[in-house]
């Protein structure tokens, strides 16, 4: 039995059997493209490694994500997101907005990454996602230009619209004395990864703060304002600047100082292509291209505005998967 809610009223469904339903899963078995005959779609076709596969059916729902993969797509739709890491699925490289454009699907006018999670590693997944990002919230975070402005422990759904870079990855850095770095993980890591050249990685290790920006390529005299303006803070025991936590309030001022770059990685990016209440993928002129479907973030843009919090996806995912699994039966059952 099925519960469905809608409206308010609770109905009760015996529409499948459990024990006769079959779920088929293959894995390994990438769609590249819809099957559509007299204006309907009737399949996909998959190309594998033993050749190409065709499953014929009577509808299909597109649920593969985003396009934060596909620095190509990213340029296209979201200018400026193709320079950015992102911790997004690895299949995230817009394949079923590319299949539904070409019959006529068309996307919404908004598309925009979702704010992501501050990492030194854009690489080590392990590291990914950690509750207070990667760092200590007692450290400074400042911009590539040294100055602080937002508390480090505001989390990075409203930090990362102060680290927006032009035509490169979003990042800002950590600064902190030893104190602090005593407790950053994966620092000695750091370190040495950037000591032994690595493209993307750079944390680093000074006496002063002028010797440190150096290093940071950042202009010393603002950074030493910078440290300087939160020094006095920490000594006050209240952050009258941005209202971090007292307790997370730390001077850096013990003569070994800690600087390392750490990249927005964003989680995907969402908008994508238009569906109506049905769930069914429509063309430009807003009618429903028969037995198209589509669920989750790659048609979120009319249940997603400018600004991501988190955890959205997750009830976009099973809201609109429920209705599209729901309409699809239906049609198919006509």
């Known amino acids: 039995e099925y519960a469905d809610r809608q409206s308010g009223q609770l109905r009760r469904l015996e529409a499948l059997d459990f024990?006769?339903?079959?779920?088929?899963?293959?894995?390994?078995?990438?769609?590249?493209?819809?099957?559509?005959?007299e204006g309907a779609v009737c399949g996909v076709v998959c190309n594998t490694k033993r050749g190409v596969k065709t499953f014929h059916a009577k509808a299909v729902i597109l649920a593969t994500g985003t396009f934060a993969?596909?620095?190509?797509?990213?340029?296209?739709?979201?200018?400026?997101?193709?320079?950015?890491f992102t911790a997004?699925?690895?299949?995230?490289?817009?394949?079923?907005?590319?299949?539904?454009?070409?019959?006529?699907?068309?996307?919404?006018?908004?598309?925009?990454?979702?704010?992501?999670?501050f990492a030194p590693d854009p690489y080590d997944m392990p590291v990914v996602g950690q509750p207070s990002n990667s760092y200590p919230f007692n450290c400074l975070l400042v911009t590539s230009k040294g100055e602080r402005k937002v508390s480090e422990t505001a989390g990075s759904h409203f930090q990362t619209e102060y680290f927006i870079e032009e035509n490169a990855p979003d990042f800002g850095w950590v600064v902190m004395d030893q104190a602090i770095a005593d407790r950053f993980l994966n620092l000695e890591k750091y370190l040495k990864a950037t000591e032994e050249g690595s493209t993307y990685i750079e944390a680093y290790k000074a006496s002063s703060l002028e010797d440190l920006a150096k290093k940071m390529k950042v202009d010393a005299t603002a950074l030493a304002a910078t440290v300087t303006r939160y020094n006095e803070l920490c000594k006050a025991g209240r952050d009258d600047d941005f209202g971090k936590?007292?307790?997370?309030?730390?001077?850096?001022?013990?003569?070994?100082?800690?600087?390392?770059?750490?990249?927005?990685?964003?989680?995907?990016?969402?908008?994508?292509?238009?569906?109506?209440?049905?769930?069914?993928?429509?063309?430009?002129?807003?009618?429903?291209?028969?037995?198209?479907?589509a669920a989750g973030l790659i048609s979120s843009g009319e249940l997603?505005?400018?600004?991501?919090?988190?955890?959205?996806?997750?009830?976009?995912?099973?809201?609109?998967?429920?209705?599209?699994?729901?309409e699809a039966a239906a049609e198919i059952a006509r």
């Open 88 to 117: 997004a699925s690895k299949g995230d490289e817009g394949d079923g907005i590319i299949m539904a454009r070409k019959l006529g699907a068309v996307l919404y006018p908004y598309q925009h990454k979702m704010s992501g999670i």
């Open 245 to 293: 936590d007292p307790k997370y309030l730390d001077p850096i001022d013990d003569g070994t100082y800690y600087a390392v770059k750490e990249y927005d990685l964003t989680r995907g990016e969402y908008g994508g292509i238009v569906t109506n209440e049905k769930a069914q993928v429509v063309n430009k002129e807003g009618q429903p291209i028969k037995g198209l479907y």
């Open 69 to 84: 993969r596909n620095a190509e797509l990213a340029k296209e739709l979201d200018p400026g997101s193709e320079y950015n």
């Open 304 to 326: 997603l505005g400018d600004f991501y919090p988190g955890m959205e996806a997750l009830g976009i995912c099973s809201y609109m998967g429920y209705i599209a699994g729901r």
């Open 19 to 37: 024990c006769r339903v079959r779920l088929h899963v293959f894995v390994n078995t990438p769609a590249n493209g819809l099957i559509s005959e």
